[in-house]
Each structure stands twice: as C-alpha cells, then as structure tokens.
C-alpha cells in the first residue's frame, strides 16, 4: 500500500502527557516516524452509522470487559484521523489497545454531524479538531483525559511512539 508521506516536527506536544508508572506500558512501536507508517484504510469511519448506538453498544462492552472506552471522533477526510487508526491497526498497538479499551469510532463529517456525542461528555461547543480522543471510565460514565482530548489532532506531526505512549497514559489508575 501507498505510504502516506507527511512533514515531522518534534513530539514536543505529547512531552510530558506519558505516565511513567503505568501499569501496563505501551507497546514498542516498530515505526521510528510517521512516513515509515503504511496506510491501509483510509475509510476508517462508517458515516451512515448511528453513532448513539455504536457508543452505547462499546460502553456496554467496555462495563462487561472492564475495559476503557475509547471514542474516536472524526471523519474520513481527516489525514490525522486516518493515521491515528492506522497507527491503531499495527499488531503491536492492536493488541494493546484491545487489551485495554473498547473502541467506538464516531463520523463527525465535516464537523456537521453527531454532535450529541461530544455533549454527552461536556463538549457542547464545536470540536477543535479531529481526532478527539474521548477516554470514558465505564463505571463513572465521565471523561478522564480531559482537556487532552485534542491532543491527537496533531497525530501526523508526532512520532508513533509519542501516540502509543499516550494511549498507554489513561490505563494507568493516576494518569498524568
């Protein structure tokens, strides 16, 4: 498949935002950059899904396996979106985050549609940018990366590492 080439600039957003007490740290990525990345979905979003049933349906999952949910806000036209679940699908990250989350993945279009799910959470106004990360502690039904939830918007201009380790961050019972 194609590789998607992109511009890399420092990991600096990420710095400081991986826990280093994990209890379960991430995975080694085996890509140093993003460009070493292979792209191999890049309809990541089902956008005739109903999304309040496809978060509902992962909560439910998520209560059951004791596990986080992850709700993954974005749209098909995205290159950060599709590089974040690409990122997802390599062997090391899968297993990893299947271990640990139950993934929803959310068509926001182009910021026109499924707003509810955001204001569900507390995010009533317009998104920042795509991907927002929604990280939900099932048993509370409320957010925990907070004000991070933008923080993967910039998924293209960080190393995969820098991802995976804040993925890894919200495992932890005391994130940072």
Not at 54 to 59: E, K, T, W
Request: hydrophobic share 45%; proline share 6%; net charge neutral.
């Amino acid at each position: 498949m194609r590789k998607l080439h992109v511009l890399l600039f420092a990991a600096a957003a990420l710095t400081g935002f991986a826990g280093t007490a994990s209890a379960d740290p991430a995975p080694k990525m085996p890509f140093a950059t993003m460009a070493e990345l292979p792209i191999v979905e890049k309809h990541v979003y089902d956008e005739d899904a109903n999304a309040d049933k496809v978060v509902d349906d992962a909560l439910a999952r998520a209560k059951k396996n004791n596990k986080l949910l992850l709700i993954d806000l974005g749209g098909n036209w995205c290159p950060d979106c599709i590089i974040l679940h690409n990122l997802m699908e390599v062997p090391e990250m899968k297993k990893f985050i299947d271990a640990h989350y139950e993934v929803a993945l959310v068509d926001v279009g182009r910021f026109d549609k499924n707003a509810q799910i955001g204001a569900r959470y507390g995010y009533n106004t317009r998104l920042k940018g795509v991907p927002t990360v929604l990280v939900v502690d099932p048993k509370t039904n409320k957010v925990i990366n907070g004000e991070r939830v933008f923080a993967l918007s910039t998924a293209r201009s960080q190393t995969p590492q820098a991802l995976a380790d804040y993925l890894a961050n919200w495992t932890n019972p005391n994130p940072q």
